[in-house]
């Protein structure tokens, strides 16, 4: 809920090796994507002025 909401700060544990613990690392994985992308995003905001 929290990745729904924008913050991409959120992170689950990964433990184990299960299907669970793969989908786990891939939210995270997902989560430092569009944290990076909401930075870059912010970035050229502020390049263009807008």
Request: glycine share 10%.
């Amino acid at each position: 809920m929290a990745m729904r909401d924008g913050n991409f700060r959120k992170r689950l544990t990964v433990s184990g090796d299960g299907v669970m613990s793969e989908i786990a690392a891939v939210f995270n994985e997902v989560a430092d994507r569009n944290l990076h992308l909401t930075g870059e995003l912010a970035r050229v905001r502020r390049m263009v002025g807008a």
